[in-house]
């Protein structure tokens, strides 16, 4: 009988290990900036194999603009018949090299049930980045890094700032970044207008990727002066308590004013369908009108448009061969997606380049 019950113990061991050996799971963290591009290539890679989604359609958005989403099915190119498991929690750039290289828990949506809302805990595989591990605090150790394309970041004014409010240049934003409000003819030329009527500056928080972009770029250094509309009137916040995330900062744009912020395309177009988009030193990243399908990326493409960061994917140099072959062929499905994405631009598309972030750009 003892025989019998050992035997057992070991078949019903050897079950589990065989099942928890048929499932692969990914955790993702990083960048907000491109999910648009990275929900459509993940989908792209279980393609018809795709067994489930939670949320089942992200914010009622085609191109996917939950911050946390989980997948569940299989990817025969890459893993046969095993169960795949992708996490995702997009939390912005430098929380997730900072994720990587501090080893930290990261909550994720628990499973693939569309609704459930139960979360887990788990260290992040691989972070989305737009910026180098070098523009952030999180230096070593030193991640492997894989560039795909291109994301401009853009200054956004809010729906009731005044018409005359269509360019900002890096002299104004090194001033209205220390200074948390300035007069709206400082932006517009216009003296006959209300010196206390102001134009606020609404930032994110440090752990943004477009922050450290726009900062860059623009020479800014130091802490910025930010507010916050809420009951009522305009509080200012010193960093680093800018915003968490970019939604409050949409909502904030579509609804108060007058105010600047800098968001990326994928969110900049939630603002009045993109039309608040401003000129940076008398050049918009696009040429034509803005548009939410295509757009014409030529000034980023050829250099004119400078504040733009690299789309990285970046992951520990100890990675499992199965972590390695899903980056690898995520990487090749997003270059796929941003052949025609409206937001980022196709790195093998770029005739320009840059080895820092903010720093000289060359042919």
Do not use: C
Request: hydrophobic share 40%; charged share 10%; proline share 5%.
């Amino acid at each position: 009988m003892k025989m019998k019950t050992f035997a057992l113990t070991l078949l019903a061991g050897s079950l589990l290990a065989t099942a928890a050996q048929a499932q692969v799971n990914i955790y993702i963290s990083g960048a907000v900036a491109f999910r648009d591009s990275a929900y459509k290539a993940v989908r792209n890679l279980y393609g018809a194999n795709l067994a489930n989604q939670n949320p089942a359609d992200p914010a009622g958005s085609p191109v996917g603009s939950a911050l946390k989403v989980t997948w569940t099915g299989t990817i025969p190119s890459l893993f046969g018949g095993q169960t795949v498991n992708v996490f995702a929690f997009y939390n912005g750039a430098v929380a997730g090299v900072q994720n990587l290289t501090q080893n930290q828990l990261v909550s994720f949506l628990a499973n693939a049930t569309p609704g459930d809302t139960n979360l887990v805990n788990v260290q992040a595989d691989l972070a989305f980045s737009s910026v180098y591990q070098n523009s952030t605090s999180f230096t070593t150790p030193t991640l492997a890094d894989a560039k795909f394309g291109v994301t401009p970041v853009v200054w956004v004014k809010s729906v009731n700032s005044p018409a005359g409010l269509t360019n900002i240049t890096t002299q104004q934003i090194k001033t209205l970044a220390a200074n948390g409000a300035l007069p709206i003819s400082y932006f517009t030329g216009d003296t006959s207008t209300n010196g206390t009527n102001l134009v606020h500056f609404i930032s994110r928080d440090p752990t943004a990727g477009q922050r450290v972009i726009a900062f860059k770029d623009s020479g800014f250094t130091g802490n910025p002066l930010s507010y916050v509309y809420t009951n009522g009137a305009w509080s200012s916040t010193v960093s680093p308590n800018g915003l968490s995330s970019t939604g409050p900062i949409v909502t904030q744009l579509n609804s108060f004013g007058p105010a600047i912020s800098y968001l990326t395309l994928v969110d900049a177009i939630s603002v009045n369908g993109g039309a608040n988009i401003l000129s940076y030193n008398g050049t918009l990243p696009f040429a034509g009108p803005f548009s939410g399908t295509s757009n014409n990326f030529t000034p980023v493409i050829t250099g004119e448009y400078s504040q733009w960061g690299y789309e990285h994917i970046l992951n520990r140099t100890t990675a499992s061969a199965n972590i390695v072959s899903f980056r690898n062929a995520l990487i090749t499905e997003i270059g796929n997606v941003l052949t025609t994405s409206f937001s980022s631009v196709k790195l093998n598309q770029v005739l320009v380049t840059r080895n820092a972030d903010g720093g000289p750009i060359s042919p």
